[in-house]
């Protein structure tokens, strides 16, 4: 079904140049001179490569219809955090593996066992992996708070559960559990 590049949003799977692309980010851009325009990145799913794209505001697209699915993570096959990764069908109970290029380093070091994601499939094949909106994981290392020290705005270096590393207040301790937000990695309060 066609749609206008003024319509295209973050996340949507359409056809560009007869090929299968993800739209990772958009930005409408009004210059002084000449008519608007979409500036869209877009990774394409076949290939892999990732692409920023100028679209005309009068262009049509193909957006392709792609099957949602929420699953479950389940564990690393590989064991390093570099996948596959595998995931259970909340629905059919149905395993699947996903390999690192769906699922890049900056996604992927947030997943924990039992974490709920939306898995986008397009002839049964796996295209990307939503995580949700925040993950709560464990701090496994961190330095201590400094006795006697003022209360100050100064974040420093965690290591979580899964081997990821974030910025937290220092007033947080080993085996405290935390929210993260797993799209920018940055803290969001005691879980």
Known sequence: MPIKATDVKKGQFLIWEGQLHQILETEHVKPGKGPAYVQAKMRNVKVGGIKINRL????????VNVDRREMQFLYDSGGRGEGPFVFMDNESYDQIEIDNEVIPKD??????????CIVSMFDGKPLSVQ???SIELTISDTTPQAKGATATNQNKEAFVETGARIRVPPFIEIGQVVRV???TGEYMGKA
């Open 131 to 133: 995580l949700p909106a």
């Open 56 to 63: 005309n505001s009068d262009d049509r697209l193909d957006e």
């Open 181 to 183: 937000n797993p799209e």
């Open 107 to 116: 996604q992927s070091q947030w997943l924990k066992e039992n974490t709920e």
